[in-house]
């Protein structure tokens, strides 16, 4: 991995881990067309300035969070992102192997049919019915948690977005776009710190290996990062998620397009 490829895979990680488009999907695009080939555990470990970007744009929100289960005992909020971290925890740790496999998780053509796939959705998404509007993501109940956690489990699919996942079954579940949003990056922190704790556990050789690089990229990522959720944030509080089904659908188009010329 040389410092270039370190800085712009850290630049799409930090883009498109919050831009709904797919970090997964961009990473695998890149790699393809850098090397031929999906280095997993790099993809994984860049996750580190993500989750930091996170940590930082959230903070009084997480603060808030851990006052109100042990101040103010209002576990609601805290609860509902529990049980929608739950099912892509349980699947994700039960099916790791199979996820980590450069037959799935680096296959460009799983990208390109659910990066076309969940743009349609995003497309007509304000057409479809959807569920009593509720104000945020404390107002969900169980049950509406629940199924925004599962649609986060399709997010292990390469080229399907975490964020784009849930911002879905979150407009579905009565949320605004903001509210969805702002939930869904919520939501995405418990399963953040897992997979950092999991490559910090079991790959730190590789850790040392590239330190370098890895330092690079979660840098680049942290602060693109940091940019994307703040864009995300207001874009969403006057528009749809069309224009990023629009993006998908024609990017899919367009990776088929250089793959047949090859």
């Not at 990229?217 to 509080?237: D, E, P, T």
Request: zero cysteines; glycine letters at 8%; hydrophobic letters at 55%.
């Amino acid at each position: 991995m040389t410092i270039f490829e370190s800085i712009i895979l850290g630049l799409i990680q930090g883009l498109t881990e919050f831009i709904p488009i797919s970090s997964s999907g961009h990473l695998v695009i890149a790699q393809y067309f850098f090397s031929g080939a999906s280095d997993h555990l790099f993809l994984e470990w860049i996750n580190i300035g993500t989750l930091l970007a996170l940590v930082v744009y959230f903070w009084s929100k997480i603060v808030g969070i851990t006052k109100d289960v042990f101040v103010r005992h209002n576990y609601r909020l805290a609860r509902n992102i529990l049980v929608t971290a739950l099912p892509a925890g349980i699947v994700g740790y039960l099916a790791a192997d199979f996820i980590g496999s450069s037959a799935f998780f680096g296959s460009i053509v799983v990208v390109v049919i659910m990066s076309a796939i969940v743009g349609v959705v995003m497309i007509f998404l304000e057409k479809f019915p959807k569920a009593s509007e509720v104000k945020n993501g404390e107002s969900l109940s169980v049950w509406r948690a629940l199924i925004i956690g599962l649609a986060q489990t399709i997010a292990l699919i390469p080229g399907t977005s975490r964020s784009g996942a849930t911002i879905i079954a979150g407009r579905l579940s009565g949320l605004s776009p903001k509210e969805a949003a702002e939930y869904s990056f919520l939501a995405s922190l418990p399963i953040m710190v897992g997979v950092t704790a999991k490559v910090f556990l079991h790959d730190h050789v590789y850790l040392f290996q590239n330190l370098g690089t890895l330092f690079i990229a979660n840098l680049v990522a942290f602060l693109s990062g940091l940019f994307a959720i703040g864009f995300l944030m207001r874009y969403l509080s006057r528009h749809s998620l069309a224009v990023f089904g629009w993006y998908r659908v024609i990017l899919a188009a367009f990776v088929i397009g250089v793959i047949l010329l090859q």
